[in-house]
Structures are given as structure tokens and as C-alpha cells.
Antibody
Framework: QVQLQESGPGLVKPSETLSLTCAVS?????????WGWIRQPPGKGLEWIGS???????YYNPSLKSRVTISVDTSKNQFSLKLSSVTAADTAVYYC???????????WGQGTLVTVSS | EIVMTQSPATLSVSPGERATLSCRAS??????LAWYQQKPGQAPRLLIY???TRATGIPARFSGSGSGTEFTLTISSLQSEDFAVYYC??????????FGQGTKVEIK
């Protein structure tokens, strides 16, 4: 059973960098698939942030591209998200998920709320 | 960017009744369409992919149809556990799948 678990600070100050990690169990990232980050502002819908392949190839939402970095650590079987220069608009539940080869997400983490506030 | 529009925003249905949810794409996405269910405080759960294929473990009362720009998710007989928010997602733009804004199915 594939499981994903997000971790990281729940509170980030404006202008700082949000950093989250997604630990994967039950499947080796090195075996394939894309791995993605999706966020959901309180009471709102889902927004794709970006995806990474096990080789390290990345694809970002153009609206966030200048601030986003996603990386993978196959030795730890995890991948990470960094979002720089955050504002209150970046307050959201952040999910990590496995993206099936076609493009839909078949396994999701439980999500972690990140609040941007001073 | 492909824009996904879901309707209605809220659907009020009595238990045991049929629910029909719509999703429209701003341009053709072929059959590259998924549906997710999200309950409060939980992550989305994959229901349907390829517009009409149920994901593993999804009950047969959930069915998807459509292709191109018009898609439908039907819940044939609503159970108490089905009251949730439903999202569609296109992945025809392979690198950047976009989600609809969601339809909330509430108890009438």
C-alpha cells in the first residue's frame, strides 16, 4: 500500500520560504511515476503546484514557477517543496500525491496546513 | 490553460436519490478526465479516471461519462457517506492538469 506523509512547519512568516517534505512508503520513488504537490486554500479548490520525476525532471505551474523548487531524494524515498517569498495568499493545505503516468493522482498524503502570518 | 467549469456549485439531494454532476472543459481533453471525492478534513480520493473507469475499490454506484469537453459524474443512489465535494481534473495537458472548482453534494 502506497502511503505519503507531508511534514514541515505549520507557520511561516511573510517573505520567508515555505519548506515541506513528503515521505513515501510502500513504493520506491526510483521505480518511476511523477510525484506532485497540490494545495488548497481554506474553503477553496485545488491548485496544482508542480511535479517531479524520479530522475529529477520538474514541471511547475507557470503562475508559481518563479517561486517554486521541487526536489527529490531517492535515497530517503522522499521529495520536497520550497516556495519562496510567501504571502498570506499562500496559506493553504498542501498535499503531496503520486501522479499516475497518464496524469491523474492515485495516492495522496493527508495534507498539512501551512499558515503564512507574522 | 485549460479551464474546467463544474456545475452546479451545490447540489441538494435526498439519500437514495440520483445525483448528476457536470464538468465542462474550455477545450477538448479527449477522455483525459478524472473525478475525485473530498470529505471535510480529508485528502481528495480518486473515483474515476479516463472519464469512465472506476478506481480500485470504488462502488459501482459511481459512474462517469463523456468525452471532449462535456463530462458527467453520476451517483446512482446516494448513500450517507457520499455527501462530499467532488472535483474534476483534466490531464490532457499532460504536464499541467487543472482542476474544476468543485461541486458540493449536500443532504436535502
Amino acid at each position: 500500500q502506497v502511503q505519503l506523509q507531508e511534514s514541515g512547519p505549520g507557520l511561516v512568516k511573510p517573505s520567508e520560504t515555505l519548506s515541506l517534505t513528503c515521505a513515501v512508503s510502500g513504493y520506491s520513488i526510483s521505480s518511476g511515476y511523477y510525484w506532485g504537490w497540490i494545495r488548497q486554500p481554506p474553503g477553496k479548490g485545488l491548485e496544482w503546484i508542480g511535479s517531479i520525476y524520479h530522475s529529477g525532471s520538474t514541471y511547475y505551474n507557470p503562475s508559481l514557477k518563479s517561486r517554486v523548487t521541487i526536489s527529490v531524494d531517492t535515497s530517503k524515498n522522499q521529495f520536497s517543496l520550497k516556495l519562496s517569498s510567501v504571502t498570506a495568499a499562500d496559506t493553504a493545505v498542501y498535499y503531496c500525491a503520486r501522479r499516475y503516468s497518464s496524469g491523474y493522482y492515485d495516492y495522496w498524503g493527508q495534507g498539512t496546513l501551512v499558515t503564512v502570518s507574522s | 490553460e485549460i479551464v474546467m467549469t463544474q456545475s452546479p456549485a451545490t447540489l441538494s439531494v435526498s439519500p437514495g436519490e440520483r445525483a448528476t454532476l457536470s464538468c465542462r472543459a474550455s477545450q477538448s481533453v479527449s477522455s483525459n478526465l478524472a473525478w475525485y471525492q473530498q470529505k471535510p478534513g480529508q485528502a481528495p480520493r480518486l473515483l474515476i479516471y479516463g472519464a469512465s473507469t472506476r478506481a480500485t475499490g470504488i462502488p459501482a454506484r459511481f459512474s462517469g461519462s463523456g468525452s471532449g469537453t462535456e463530462f458527467t459524474l453520476t451517483i446512482s443512489s446516494l448513500q450517507s457517506e457520499d455527501f462530499a465535494v467532488y472535483y474534476c481534473q483534466q490531464y490532457n495537458n499532460w504536464l499541467r492538469g487543472t482542476f474544476g472548482q468543485g461541486t458540493k453534494v449536500e443532504i436535502k
